[in-house]
């Protein structure tokens, strides 16, 4: 028995709340199971915009010609995947309220503060005119050490499929949507901007690390 005490323990995904002033980590939510699949999509920003059909010909797609290899910014990234919550997992440790406490946590990335509310309902009596939005506190996808960034929670589904005896919910399977913030998302001198360089930096050099093919593989032995 004693080589399995080597095995080391798997590494958890999670979601990190972060002071946007500060920088410092407010809250840190472990995902309870490290989902099964990640669906990630990355779309360039092209200069030439929607617009070029990449035809020949005059026209108006002409001037979109001279853009055709340019990028207005960073790529726009969307993940997409599916966490679990099972009470039933964790029998060691009282929930009393199910998985309530764990639901309205990742709710609560979505959602302003009753504070932040009050406080902007305050500013509409005071008749102010314009009331700025709501800030809410970065959020970090972490999935690994070398895929930690900044991201936005766009889609959140819950499935709620067993309840204890008081209807608290046991377990849920969540559908969840993010997008990664980049520095075309936040403003100059915010820490998710530096956040945000930092994963770039890291896909960098996983990218350099990848083995490089020849032209014989492909067939163009003589060269192209």
Not at 74 to 93: G, N
Not at 106 to 133: C, R, Y
């Amino acid at each position: 028995m004693a080589p399995y005490r080597d095995i080391p323990k798997p590494i958890r995904s999670g979601i990190v709340v972060v002071d946007p002033e500060l920088g410092v980590p407010q809250r840190i939510i472990v995902l309870q199971f490290n989902p099964d699949t990640l669906e990630r999509q990355v779309a360039p920003q092209a200069a030439g915009g929607e617009g070029d059909s990449g035809g020949g010909g005059g026209g108006s797609g002409g001037g979109d010609r001279n853009e055709a290899l340019r990028l207005k910014g960073p790529a726009q990234e969307t993940w997409k995947f599916t966490a679990e919550i099972d009470a039933t997992d964790q029998l060691d440790v009282a929930a009393p309220e199910g998985i309530h406490p764990e639901l309205a946590v990742l709710e609560m990335l979505v959602q302003p503060t009753t504070a932040q509310l009050l406080a902007a309902s305050k500013l509409t009596k005071k008749g102010t005119i314009e009331i700025s939005p709501i800030e809410m506190p970065l959020t970090l996808f972490t999935w690994g050490s070398k895929r930690i960034m900044p991201v936005r929670l766009t889609e959140l589904s819950v499935n709620e499929s067993a309840f204890d005896v008081n209807l608290c919910p046991i377990r849920a399977s969540l559908s969840i949507g993010l997008k990664v913030l980049t520095v075309s998302d936040l403003p100059a001198g915010h820490p998710g901007a530096a956040l945000y360089l930092a994963h770039l930096a890291q896909k960098e050099q996983l990218a350099r690390r990848a083995r490089g093919g020849t032209l014989a593989q492909l067939g163009l032995g003589r060269g192209i």
